[in-house]
């Protein structure tokens, strides 16, 4: 997309981004903002001059509780906020869980946290988003959405064997997807919706990793020891959040909505499939996918 965002990239930070941006008066719900990406978006904004509510499960401070995974906690966040809201980051998230769990309502807990309890928050704040005049939904994905499409036959995992990654894929491609649903719906309401994809980011999330799988990624040597020095692939915190705080708001051109970011820039779109290694693939922003996903997480409301 060519104009306004030509002159950030990879190495862009969240505060570059927001240069001469006065976002006060602007109230904006950052989930999982108590850490890593999140929490590198949520001091960006605040620097910024907005009014930034952080919501974790493990809230310090004046940082609000929710837990993604469980709708009555959604609900109460729901139910608790109060006035417009000028953009919602879905940002929290988990990452490759090795066995199997659930999330209270039964869905497998990765979709569970990383989608479900995401659409719940966006969809029960409509009104508040739709009283901002103007305002803006960034879901943070990945990119394992391009390895595969959306399993609509057996997404909870309950029919064929659970597999951490594929598990995570499935709620990532949904995190694109649910972008891709609100900006079809809500356009009209003035709020637009994107996905950012913060790219590698050495954070918390990485937690559930056995050794092998961080010193494949570089993450540790030989002897298992955290690496001195990441490989050139991985962006900092701050960079990373430069895509999120670029969707949430920078000036974009209308047409940016239900598009797919990364480094500051939209993603190449691509076929996709278990080899490929970035852009985004079209199963990711397919509007019928999206309008099934739509039905299927109403019905699980
Ligand atoms: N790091 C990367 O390389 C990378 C790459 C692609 C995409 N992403 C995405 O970037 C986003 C941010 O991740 P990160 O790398 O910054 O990792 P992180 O530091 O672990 O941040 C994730 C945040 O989500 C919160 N969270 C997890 N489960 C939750 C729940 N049930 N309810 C509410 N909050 C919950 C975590 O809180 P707790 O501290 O309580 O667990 C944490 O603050 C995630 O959506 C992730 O999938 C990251």
Redesign the pocket.
């Known amino acids: 997309m060519a104009g306004m965002t030509d002159q950030f990239n990879a190495k862009t930070t969240a505060d570059e981004v927001l240069k001469g941006i006065d976002l006060a008066g602007r109230r904006y719900i950052v989930?999982?903002?108590?850490?890593?990406?999140?929490?590198a978006t949520a001091e960006a904004l605040t620097r910024a001059g907005a009014d930034v509510t952080v919501?974790?499960?493990?809230p310090a401070g004046d940082q609000k509780a929710?837990?993604?995974?469980?709708l009555d906690s959604v609900r109460a966040f729901v139910d608790g906020w109060d006035g417009p809201v000028h953009g919602i980051v879905a940002?929290?998230?988990?990452?490759a869980i090795p066995e199997r769990q659930t999330a209270k309502n039964g869905w497998e807990l990765q979709l569970a946290?990383?989608f479900l309890?995401h659409f719940a928050l966006i969809t029960g704040l409509h009104d508040n988003l739709r009283a901002a005049r103007g305002a803006r939904v960034v879901v943070?994905?990945?990119?394992?959405q391009v390895k595969g499409p959306f399993d609509f036959d057996d997404p909870q995992f309950e029919r064929h064997p659970y597999d951490p990654w594929e598990a995570?894929r499935n709620s990532?491609v949904a995190?694109s997807l649910l972008a891709v649903g609100i900006a079809r719906r809500w356009a009209g309401d003035g709020i637009v919706a994107n996905t950012a994809?913060?790219?590698?980011?050495?954070?918390?999330?990485?937690?559930h990793l056995d050794e092998d799988t961080l010193r494949g990624f570089g993450m540790v040597d030989a002897d298992g020891k955290p690496a001195d020095v990441l490989p050139e692939f991985f962006s900092t915190?701050e960079e990373?959040a430069a895509t999120t705080v670029l969707l949430a708001a920078h000036p974009l051109p209308a047409e940016v909505n239900g598009r797919y970011y990364i480094y500051c820039q939209e993603a190449e779109h691509v076929p996709g499939g278990p080899d490929a290694t970035s852009g985004v693939a079209g199963w990711s922003l397919d509007p019928a996918a999206a309008d099934r996903l739509w039905a299927l997480a109403e019905s699980a409301l």
């Open positions: 989930t999982g903002g108590a850490s890593g990406i999140g929490l919501a974790t499960r493990r929710l837990d993604l995974s469980d940002n929290g998230g988990v990452m946290t990383n309890g943070v994905s990945s990119g394992i995570y990532k995190g994809d913060p790219g590698y980011v050495a954070t918390n999330i990485q937690r915190a990373a």
